[in-house]
């Protein structure tokens, strides 16, 4: 089956699965989605380069939905509920946002260690639009 990135260049499979985001090479600033420029106001340079963001790291929050997100986002129909986590990369100083995969909310703790997973989204016709999630992680995070 064909599969598409939800976001073109915003994660990797391989060798495992990782966030790509931008960091600045002066002020080593780090941004997920990937910035065409650097986002620090007091940077002078503005020169981004693609980086991976650590595997894990750890969960900040959470919410399960119980209605279907307005497009974009395409809900399965009839629609369950989804739990939405951040997830905090301390090492890139930065909070990511995506779906809970291979738990539920029940078993989620604040600081717990989360990793990064690809896994498909939805499926149509054309086929599987795959994209980030973010599973409990065995051991402890990154960063
Ligand atoms: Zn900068």
Not at 55 to 72: D, I
Not at 76 to 104: H, N
Not at 116 to 121: A, D, G, K, Q, R
Request: charged fraction near 20%; glycine fraction near 8%; aromatic fraction near 8%.
């Amino acid at each position: 089956m064909k599969q598409t990135p939800v976001l073109e260049g915003a994660f990797v499979s391989d060798p495992e699965p990782a966030l790509v985001g931008s960091r600045c090479r002066t002020c080593e600033t780090v941004a997920f989605p990937a910035s065409f420029t650097c986002p620090n106001p007091r940077c002078a340079q503005k020169d981004v380069v693609a980086t991976p963001i650590s595997r894990t790291g750890r969960l900040a929050s959470w919410t399960t939905v119980h209605f279907p997100p307005p497009p974009p986002f395409v809900a399965p129909d009839p629609f369950e509920p989804i739990t939405v986590v951040e997830v905090e990369f301390a090492s890139e100083g930065i909070q990511v946002v995506g779906p809970l995969a291979g738990a539920s909310a029940e078993g989620l703790r604040m600081g717990m260690a989360m990793e990064t997973v690809v896994e498909p989204y939805y499926s149509d016709d054309s086929g599987e639009v795959i994209g980030w999630k973010f599973r409990p992680a065995e051991g402890d995070a990154d960063g």
